[in-house]
């Protein structure tokens, strides 16, 4: 695996800060910036792509596989979680990751809350089967943003909106109210402590021996 152009994902240093397991194709690790919750975790494609829609099919079986295998970790060891990929639509590291973030944290509880009633007015929101149906709608757009919750798949169709929707801080700052903890990278010091010591309970709840 190789740096490309810069890419943070396509650093392997950078990668192994964090690391729960990999297989083949993709690496499982904490969100070691920016966590939401202790369970935070993200699925990162080895190879570098734009976003999951642009992911060839031969790694469908694969990619599934990772994904619910750290779903069902976080949900054992913290709380059911609901997964966000940004697609290429506001991407903070423009390599495809998927998040997959507990249902409940020290400052929110979303277990009864629909977190796709909370996507901006003006961006068309679809339901959707699996990741061919990204696929589908990211050859059509060229972008989308994808929130599951419960096993339901919802795309959000961004192509036109007049803004950028930062899907994960987003929906968590409205519904809360937390405006301070929008972006991970401004937050208070106390908040980077705060983050850190999740990373850690993340790390050693979930990393395979």
Same mark, same amino acid.
């Given at each position: 695996m190789t740096d490309n152009n810069g890419c943070t994902f396509c650093n392997r240093e950078d990668i192994e800060e964090g690391l729960l397991f990999q297989t083949d194709n993709f690496f499982v690790r904490a969100a070691v910036r920016g966590a939401m919750?202790?369970?935070?975790?993200?699925?990162?494609?080895?190879?570098?792509?734009?976003?999951?829609?642009?992911?060839p099919k031969s790694l469908d079986e694969e990619y599934a596989e990772a994904v619910d295998r750290v779903e069902y970790k976080v949900a054992s060891s913290f709380s059911i979680p609901f997964l966000i990929e940004q697609g290429i639509h506001g991407q903070s590291i423009k390599h495809a990751h998927l998040h997959l973030v507990p249902l409940v944290s020290p400052w929110y509880d979303f277990r009864n809350t629909r977190l796709v009633d909370y996507v901006p007015q003006g961006i068309r929101v679809e339901e959707?089967?699996?990741?061919?149906?990204?696929?589908?709608?990211?050859?059509? =757009? /060229?972008?989308?943003?994808?929130?599951?919750?419960?096993? $339901?798949?919802?795309?959000? +169709? %961004?192509?036109? #909106? =007049? /803004?950028?929707?930062?899907?994960?801080?987003?929906?968590? $700052?409205?519904?809360?109210? +937390? %405006?301070?903890? #929008? =972006?991970?990278?401004?937050?208070?010091?106390?908040?980077?402590?705060?983050?850190?010591?999740?990373?850690?309970?993340t790390i050693d709840r979930l990393r395979e021996k």
């Open positions: 919750a202790p369970g935070h975790v993200m699925v990162i494609s080895k190879r570098h792509l734009s976003c999951y829609g642009a992911m959707g089967r699996d990741i061919n149906d990204l696929r589908r709608v990211f050859r059509e =757009d /060229g972008q989308y943003v994808a929130i599951e919750q419960y096993e $339901t798949l919802n795309i959000c +169709r %961004t192509k036109g #909106f =007049d /803004g950028t929707f930062r899907s994960l801080r987003g929906i968590a $700052t409205e519904i809360t109210g +937390r %405006t301070d903890l #929008f =972006d991970w990278k401004t937050v208070a010091p106390e908040v980077v402590e705060e983050n850190k010591l999740w990373v850690v309970q």
